[in-house]
């Protein structure tokens, strides 16, 4: 324990967002704003496909939380044996669709998208069907299924549908520089690359009609060695705004030819480096694929083609989401982790409650629950038992702590990291979790990470620093606890410093940039 | 052959870049222009690691042609076995390193810097050392061997000293995320990560004292499943900059950790997906790295150190170096494989005569032959067999074609992409290679790449557009024929384009924006 600055005060209401909370047109349909929960594998569906108690749970969850655009998880447009995966290979399963849509509707103003999806066979073997092994007649099955996926889309009711073109599926793999064809699909041409995806967005359009809102989703960066990057992206994004795509929803990597082979599991995408890029973990910096949408953007722009791009990986913060729009550097925002651990982010944000959400702090728990064909949750942020995110009960009372002390305390290990624990918190309704805040050298107080139990290790502080931390507890309801005591230490420095030199951070700098 | 635009008339000298060739300082030392040759390996030494002949020719090659600063190849501190490379373990190597500057300094004004490294052992087995089987003492031993290496680079002449901390090396594998040391320097703690890095630094400016410049080249991405991001590289600038760095020169990737082992060699690095961040290849866009220096110097800017950042990776063009600077993107331009292709770059911008530049492909032919442990040349443009760029001779006469005739023809293959061959052109003092220029749909011809032999397949063209090519033949002194006769095609549409749309791109739109 140290002298300290002192804790801030409870935060006060903030102004709303403008541009985040400004309506956005995708051919005929208003989003009401522009948050887009961008498509997330939830591993909740049964084998058969069809849509279950769980997946209409989750998805209601989210649209009671308001965002613009909901995108609906990747939904197989053909019957290949996969695992829990939601399915639209046939008539059979658009009666669910419809209820699912029903009881989001009930709950929300937002928009429903479905994202459809067509993979190749994968073994656990680590063997997997390539695009180069596919007949001509299979590909042409292919845009069928995806025309006839998308007429029920339509049909279910959906307001929009988005094909699938990232990452390690049928599509993208078309897209891919690795694409091993000879032929008019494959091959060293773009142009043939892009074969397979241009019938299929126009067979899909045939299907749906002019009206119907229908995006894709791409890598701007394949992140795979010989995988291609912006120079093909740019070209690729003008095509599918060329031939009618209602908007272009960008990510990066998410590919098998890195991804690490578990025995006896079938090989899986995102596991490798390329994943990381899909899922930018912690020590990415904030927007860390927000360059890419910005090259796309500007470069369909700059051909007379105004088609809402969607960013997407790490956007912490409704702050920096207004900022990516103020720079015109997206039309949307992309947000998947940050809206599973906190579903409710939209409308907390737009109500200036900002200070309420449940940060999400880029662990990918998610991530790799998925990895490990598990239903995929919140693990680093939702106390067990939750499958899906906590509801807000009706409650005012804010956590405390025993005797009013959290305890915090502060111990420097010999690594030069911090650990710091405090005391439970207490709450009627249970609490949730606690977030902790850090100082450097007097500077503001920022949220450096949140976490279930009363422990943390800072391993980014840094010597000749003087740092001050507080927690606060905080319940189902979002409501805060006080502050906790601040607890603080600085952290020796061991090595000769040069005179006249200092390894002194500037506190409202660091504050600015903590990642 | 069709109805085609004008080829552009010969190109007149351009306007200077201004900000490019203004002089920068480093510590006490001013740099007579921004241009800065970054440390790239050459296998040119003997395994003696003395300074031989064809090291001299190629350093004294790149002076001639006045970079501002000079980055001689990665030198080892310590006498390890390894392939061909310049070491500076003893006193005994001093001498060459005097002779080396005398005959660069005779010929160029650019100043000279040595980058110093250390690395661990491989194995052709596959297996290598990592940084946490390393004792105490063998650190302890690591940054003296820095400290005296860095003293006999100033004995030696050199203007300044790099301290070689990213891609695979000791350094860097101490500053990564994957650092699996648990003691003071590693485990789960930035600080520790730092501290060897931080220790090199302060010994070696205690060797080589206050007023003589000390650069450090490290990641600002390790671009590896696990590594670190933006995060973690703008705190290690800060501290780099902090104890005194002279100059930060920022790379990306070059990781052991994705490398591919072939059977039977050792595993080496640059093979991976990280190899193509830190080359990036021509699927790249340029200035693919930029972003990490703007990121990197706006934190140590905002922290009050005005500490020259370095960027680099596929900065193809004059024009391109000029808007980095302007935008404050960097504050140098780095060029490995441009300055490879063309030595004569900073002279020739500087002139006005850019469109001289014999301009890199980035097809990475440098890389794969660094890959094969064989000595490094341009394989894309040098003729056969020059071991290092060709010289410019005193010669006005540009290379024609027979009976002023290139014949271009240009033939659409069924994948979609576009076949060109013409007629070898004549030199009474041989010709070096061929630009190729592409025209869209009646845009500006732009340089689309270039060719040691006379054909060239475009694999980036696209249907519904009406493309045009000529080409150029150029000679040793950079006299360049006329552009041959233009021959175009029109890439048909095969898909069935929706009514009302069009494939067509704008041509001054494509041609600013081709990679």
Known sequence: MSPAPRPTPPARPQPPYPLLFSPARVNRLELPNRVVLTAMVTRLSGADGFVNQPITDRYVRYARGEPGLIVVEATAVHGAKSGPLLRLSGDEFILGHQQLLAQMRAVGPGKVALQIIHFLKIARSGWRQTVDMLTRAELTEIAKAYAQAAARAREAGYDAVELHMAHAYTLSSMLSARNRRRDEYGGRSLEARLRLPSEVLVQVRAAVGADYPVGVRFDAEEAIKGGYGLT???????????????????????????????????????????????????????????????????????????????????????????????????????????????????????????????????????????????????????????????????????????????????????????????????????????????????????????????????????????????????????????????????IPVSISVPPGRTLTLDGQVAAEHLS
């Open 232 to 490: 093909a992206a740019r070209p690729i994004a003008l095509r599918l705004a060329q031939l009618g795509a209602d908007y272009l929803s960008l990510s990066a990597g998410g590919k098998f030819e890195d991804a690490l082979h578990k025995i006896g599991e079938p090989l899986y995408p995102y596991t490798g480096y390329s994943g990381d890029r899909t899922m930018p973990p912690a020590a990415y910096s904030n927007g860390a694929n927000v360059y890419l949408a910005e090259s796309v953007k500007q470069y369909v722009n700059a051909h007379g083609y105004a088609v809402p791009v969607v960013t997407t990986g790490k956007i912490n913060t409704p702050e920096l989401a207004e900022t990516i729009l103020a720079r015109e550097q997206a039309d949307l925002i992309g947000l998947a982790r940050a809206l599973l651990a906190d579903p409710d982010w939209p409308q907390k944000a737009r109500a200036g409650r900002a200070d309420r959400i449940v940060r999400c702090i880029y662990g990918n728990i998610c991530k790799n629950l998925d990895e490990n064909f598990e239903q995929v949750r919140c693990g680093s942020l939702w106390p067990r038992p939750f499958l899906h995110a906590p509801d807000q009960p009706d409650d005012n009372t804010p956590p405390d702590w025993p005797d009013a002390d959290a305890e915090l305390t502060v111990k420097l290990q010999d690594n030069g990291a911090i650990r710091l624990t405090w005391r439970a918190a207490r709450d009627p309704q249970g609490v949730y979790g606690y977030e902790v805040f850090r100082s450097v050298n007097q500077g503001p107080f920022v949220h450096l990470t949140s976490t279930l139990t009363a422990t943390h290790v800072d391993d980014v502080a840094l010597a000749g620093n003087h740092y001050v931390y507080h927690v606060r507890a905080y319940d189902f309801a979002g409501n805060r606890s006080a502050p906790s005591q601040p607890a603080g230490c600085t």
